[in-house]
T-cell receptor, first 112, second 119 residues
Framework: AQSVTQLDSHVSVSEGTPVLLRCNYSSSYSPSLFWYVQHPNKGLQLLLKYTSAATLVKGINGFEAEFKKSETSFHLTKPSAHMSDAAEYFCVVSVSRDKLSFGAGTTVTVRA | GAGVSQSPSNKVTEKGKDVELRCDPISGHTALYWYRQRLGQGLEFLIYFQGNSAPDKSGLPSDRFSAERTGESVSTLTIQRTQQEDSAVYLC?????????????????FGPGTRLTVL
């Protein structure tokens, strides 16, 4: 079985400083991993995905994530936070050919 | 192009009433999913439709919940005899079915959701 744990329910950063959102997964095989973002009153949007190619994945809006099999982690980072990054972020693992399992989410606030 | 749409955007109902939520997927997307998102929690899978195959209903929490889909178009999620614990945002997503090997990039495209409040 697969599951995903987001280690921080809330992250607060100052504008211009780095953002780190932590995610660990458990899996009986090498999964596909995703990060989705949900802005207030908007639908979820795919940020990036890992599907067994390069372990460092670059996504939209300057985000990237690194797949570390030895640590079963898929942490999301951005070098410099922007006010528009304030949102909820979900780490997601593919549990079958067509089904996803979502983490509980991390709320990011950005201070001016 | 048009994305996934859902209606209504908000629904307030009284305990015990039935509600019907609608999802219009992206045209041409064969797969359609329903999720429930309770306040402060991640998404909970409810049901999955893929083309003309039998739906995967493994996530439905009780027999009060049901869903239908007409071909590869509109889907409706029905909750009968609503309870207060049914209050949540109900999200619909669609994705194209991609041919290929065992690893498939199944990006899902989400609608804005229906916020259901049961009083």
């Amino acid at each position: 079985a697969q599951s995903v744990t987001q280690l921080d329910s809330h992250v607060s950063v100052s504008e211009g400083t780095p953002v780190l959102l932590r995610c660990n997964y458990s899996s009986s095989y090498s999964p596909s991993l995703f990060w989705y973002v949900q802005h207030p009153n908007k639908g979820l949007q795919l940020l990036l995905k890992y599907t067994s190619a390069a372990t460092l994945v670059k996504g939209i809006n300057g985000f990237e994530a690194e797949f570390k099999k030895s640590e079963t982690s898929f942490h999301l980072t951005k070098p410099s936070a922007h006010m528009s990054d304030a949102a909820e972020y979900f780490c997601v693992v593919s549990v079958s050919r067509d089904k996803l399992s979502f983490g509980a989410g991390t709320t990011v606030t950005v201070r001016a | 192009g048009a994305g996934v749409s859902q209606s209504p955007s908000n629904k307030v109902t009284e305990k015990g009433k039935d509600v019907e939520l609608r999802c219009d997927p992206i045209s041409g997307h064969t797969a359609l999913y329903w999720y429930r998102q309770r306040l402060g929690q991640g998404l909970e899978f409810l049901i999955y439709f893929q083309g003309n195959s039998a739906p995967d209903k493994s996530g439905l929490p009780s027999d009060r919940f049901s869903a239908e889909r007409t071909g590869e178009s509109v889907s409706t999620l029905t909750i009968q005899r609503t309870q207060q614990e049914d209050s949540a945002v109900y999200l619909c997503a669609s994705s194209p079915r991609l041919a290929g090997g065992p690893r498939i990039d199944n990006e899902q495209f989400f609608g804005p959701g229906t916020r259901l409040t049961v009083l």
